[in-house]
């Protein structure tokens, strides 16, 4: 099992629809977690940091995090064709501190 | 502004001629590391450093070297380059282990090694 796991995607969305995204990880004492944003050969970018069970909202974006389930998710509201990227999760390992990255989801937003 | 900066953003190379990519962060950050990014491959861990003179192996690091001589910088060495290290690049820093804290990613280099 890869510590961190993520659909490759593509996932194609229309225009306005809810995008879901969804990341899980194999470390439980693992505390933080992170989505980032990346666009075609560009840096990641973060767009959501959440640290406790629930969901955090930031604009359009909705991070959902269950901790005993070892799944966290990203929604994108209201997806626009700007959304098109590979969003990346990344999970600091509890031990380590080495951060974890999935594979990245690739999302397609469909004008 | 707080930043991660790299350099060079290109680099095109021969086999064999050592290079030096460098990066700094104006964080304050204890933490910094290396990656490498390749086609289907996702982000690769190289090296990363807790904190002055001390750094440790990530999940590739063969063939390259790095140190922390300074809190801000932290260069990446490549002594003899290979094709297959022809790569995308990014030098990240973050504040753990201080508390939970994201990475902070640099533009990125793009290594050619011909």
């Known amino acids: 099992q890869k510590e961190v796991e993520q659909n490759s995607g593509p996932l194609s969305v229309p225009e306005g629809a809810i995008a879901s995204l969804n990341c899980t990880y194999s470390?439980?004492?693992?505390?933080?977690f992170f989505w980032y944003r990346q666009y075609s050969g560009k840096s990641p970018e973060l767009i959501m940091s959440?640290?406790?069970?629930g969901d955090k909202e930031d604009g359009r974006f909705t991070a959902q995090l269950n901790k005993a389930s070892q799944y966290v998710s990203l929604l994108i509201r209201d997806s626009q064709p700007s959304d098109s990227a590979t969003y990346l999760c990344?999970?600091?390992?509890?031990?380590?501190?080495?951060?974890?990255f999935g594979t990245g989801t690739r999302l397609k937003v469909l004008a | 502004e707080a930043q991660v900066t790299q350099n060079p953003r290109y680099l095109i190379t021969v086999t064999g001629k050592k290079l030096t990519v460098t990066c700094s962060q104006n964080?304050?950050?204890?933490?910094m590391s290396w990656y490498r990014q390749d086609p289907g491959l996702g982000l690769r861990q190289i090296y990363y450093?807790?904190?002055?003179?001390?750094?440790d192996k990530g999940d590739v690091p063969e063939g390259y070297k790095v140190s922390r001589k300074e809190k801000r910088n932290f260069p990446l060495i490549l002594e003899s380059p290979s094709p297959n290290q022809t790569s995308l690049y990014f030098c990240?820093?973050?504040?753990?282990?201080?508390?939970?804290?994201?990475?902070?990613f640099g533009n990125g280099t793009r290594l050619t090694v011909t």
């Open positions: 990240a820093s973050s504040n753990i282990p201080r508390g939970p804290s994201p990475l902070h």
């Open positions: 964080m304050n950050h204890e933490y």
């Open positions: 450093s807790m904190n002055v003179e001390v750094t």
């Open positions: 470390d439980r004492g693992s505390q933080s």
């Open positions: 990344a999970v600091p390992h509890s031990g380590t501190y080495k951060y974890i």
């Open positions: 959440i640290y406790s069970n």
